[in-house]
């Protein structure tokens, strides 16, 4: 059950006060967040601690070539992840519909399935968000063109935050 939003949107979904200050960070160019992901040297992946059982993977790249990407899903966190600058293709299917490649690993939380051509493609631009839950194998840091540097912050949030 993927959803495809923006920051504003997904505010509401977290009563986490640290979550709502992080999100909210995001919104202002010359935050502290900002600053510290726009100082990110390509490629960097740093984890950051929000609280609340929530980290970020505060990110910089390059896209690539379809070919050098993976689709993978995970267990024990969903993926908010959050586009800040730059544009990048994220495909999406259901774990069902790929093989897996590599099998749960519970210290990355992370499965890797086998390319495949039976995913959706989302075009993803800064200020947008994609949430991915367990069941949703996604494939990221595609090219669109040529390759491009990203800007991004993938919230990992406890799956039990959104049960109900």
């Known amino acids: 059950m993927a959803v495809i939003t ?20 995001l919104r202002v160019n010359n935050s502290e967040t900002m600053q510290r992901i726009f100082a990110l040297e390509a490629p960097s992946f740093i984890r950051f601690d929000i609280g609340d059982g929530v980290y970020a993977i505060e ?9 050098e990407c993976f689709f993978e899903s995970h267990k024990k966190y969903v993926d908010v992840q959050i586009a800040l600058s730059g544009n990048e293709y994220i495909e999406l299917t259901n774990i069902r519909n790929l093989k897996t490649d590599k099998p749960y690993d519970a210290e990355k939380d992370l499965i890797t399935y086998v ?9 993803m ?4 968000c994609a949430l991915f839950f367990h069941e949703d194998a996604h494939l990221c840091v595609e090219k669109v063109s040529e390759p491009e540097r990203v800007f991004k912050t993938v919230l990992k949030v406890p799956a039990e935050m959104f049960r109900g």
């Open 6 to 25: 923006d920051i504003d949107s997904i505010m509401g979904l977290f009563e986490s006060d640290s979550v709502r200050k992080y999100l909210a960070s």
């Open 59 to 67: 990110q910089t790249f390059y896209t690539k070539d379809r070919g």
């Open 115 to 123: 390319l495949a051509d039976n995913a959706h493609r989302l075009h």
């Open 125 to 128: 631009k800064s200020g947008e």
